[in-house]
């Protein structure tokens, strides 16, 4: 059984920095792509960033490029959302995903697995 365990939100002012980790257990995650996701309350879920296996690609979204950065070290079997400079409309529950065979996506049919999330508050 593959478990995503989401950890690091927490509430920050405007134009501060969080960490985000995602630490897998299950399965290692060496050939997985992996991706971040966030849902804000009254939206919809949408394609934060995403990693591939080796973590040689890495692919954003546009609100987010430039000020996110994503990484994974996969002796750790643990993937990482560096997120700077942050604003009220990153506030949000970010959700931490596994894909199986893909390269990294931003589309979330192609994530096999899923954490429970992480909520993340950004004040103005």
């Known amino acids: 059984q593959v478990a995503l365990v989401e950890s690091g939100g927490g509430q920050v002012q405007a134009g501060g920095s969080l960490r985000l980790s995602c630490a897998v257990s299950g399965r290692t995650i060496s050939s997985y792509a992996m991706g971040w996701f966030r849902q804000a309350p009254g939206k919809e879920r949408e394609f934060v960033a995403a990693v591939n296996w080796i973590g040689a690609s890495t692919y954003y979204a546009d609100s987010v490029k430039g000020r996110f950065t994503i990484s994974r070290d996969n002796a750790k079997n643990t993937v990482y959302l560096q997120m700077n400079s942050l604003k009220p409309e990153d506030t949000a529950v970010y959700y931490c995903?596994?894909?199986?065979?893909?390269?990294?996506?931003?589309?979330?049919?192609?994530?096999?697995?899923w954490g429970q999330g992480t909520q993340v508050t950004v004040s103005s």
């Open positions: 995903a596994a894909d199986r065979i893909g390269d990294g996506s931003m589309w979330q049919r192609s994530y096999d697995y």
